[in-house]
């Protein structure tokens, strides 16, 4: 994963901010936090892997199971 993104609690927390055209720009500074379903959508614009997405969707599966 890169380092400038991170997954907890079933959030997706990448560094970067939306653009004018609705793409997120990553490495800006400010902090974006995306659900599973949002990062899918985003996967390819934000370059998120698709691990970050399976393993926060993990964790919300297991925080509703409780």
């Known amino acids: 994963m890169p380092e400038n993104l ?4 079933g959030w997706i927390y990448i560094d970067g901010s939306r653009q004018d055209d609705g793409t997120i720009a990553r490495g800006t500074g ?4 995306l659900s599973p379903i949002e990062a899918w959508q985003e ?4 370059q998120i ?3 970050a997405i399976r ?3 993990v964790q919300r599966l ?3 199971r409780r």
Not at 6 to 9: G, S
Not at 30 to 33: I, K, L, P, V
Not at 43 to 46: L, V
Request: no cysteine; aromatic share 10%; charged share 35%.
């Open 55 to 57: 393993k926060a969707s």
């Open 49 to 51: 892997p698709t691990s």
């Open 43 to 46: 996967r390819t614009t934000a």
């Open 62 to 64: 297991a925080f509703w």
């Open 6 to 9: 991170k997954v907890e609690r």
């Open 30 to 33: 400010g902090e974006m936090r």
